[in-house]
């Protein structure tokens, strides 16, 4: 069974960091690529950013690059998204999604499996 477990949400001032964590299992990790999507209320759902485990690729949205890093740590089936310098406008729940292409795409409807999402807060 594919499992995809966020984690590492929570509050934050503006200008503050979290780092968010995906833990995967049911699929051959190396295979595929790992995106971070997220959805503010009212919102649509937005890709902000993806790494292949295949070719190591990654993608970001402008409005994260420079301030979002994203990495793959394969002997953990883990995927990491560092946020700095975190803004109001990045509030939203962030959910981890499986491409079994290994693209690295911010591309939603590419994505297979899907997490619960994690909830991020970034007060002004």
Same mark, same amino acid.
């Given at each position: 069974?594919?499992?995809?477990?966020?984690?590492?949400?929570?509050?934050?001032?503006?200008?503050?960091?979290?780092?968010?964590?995906?833990?995967?299992?049911?699929?051959?990790?190396?295979?595929?690529?790992?995106?971070?999507?997220?959805?503010?209320?009212?919102?649509?759902?937005?890709?902000? =950013?993806?790494?292949?485990?295949?070719?190591?690729?990654? @993608?970001?949205?402008?409005?994260?690059? *420079? #301030?979002? /890093?994203?990495?793959?740590?394969?002997?953990?089936?883990?995927?990491?998204?560092?946020?700095? =310098?975190?803004?109001?406008?990045?509030?939203?729940?962030? @959910?981890?999604?499986?491409?079994?292409? *290994? #693209?690295? /795409?911010?591309?939603?409807?590419?994505?297979?499996?899907?997490?619960?999402?994690?909830?991020?807060?970034?007060?002004?």
């Amino acid at each position: 069974e594919v499992q995809l477990v966020e984690s590492g949400g929570g509050l934050v001032q503006a200008g503050g960091s979290l780092r968010l964590s995906c833990v995967a299992s049911g699929f051959p990790f190396d295979d595929y690529a790992i995106g971070w999507f997220r959805q503010a209320p009212g919102k649509e759902r937005e890709g902000v =950013s993806s790494i292949s485990n295949r070719d190591g690729s990654t @993608y970001y949205v402008d409005s994260v690059k *420079g #301030r979002f /890093t994203i990495s793959s740590d394969n002997a953990k089936n883990t995927v990491y998204l560092q946020m700095n =310098s975190l803004k109001p406008e990045d509030t939203a729940v962030y @959910y981890c999604a499986a491409d079994t292409w *290994g #693209r690295s /795409t911010g591309r939603d409807t590419l994505f297979d499996y899907w997490g619960q999402g994690t909830q991020v807060t970034v007060s002004s």
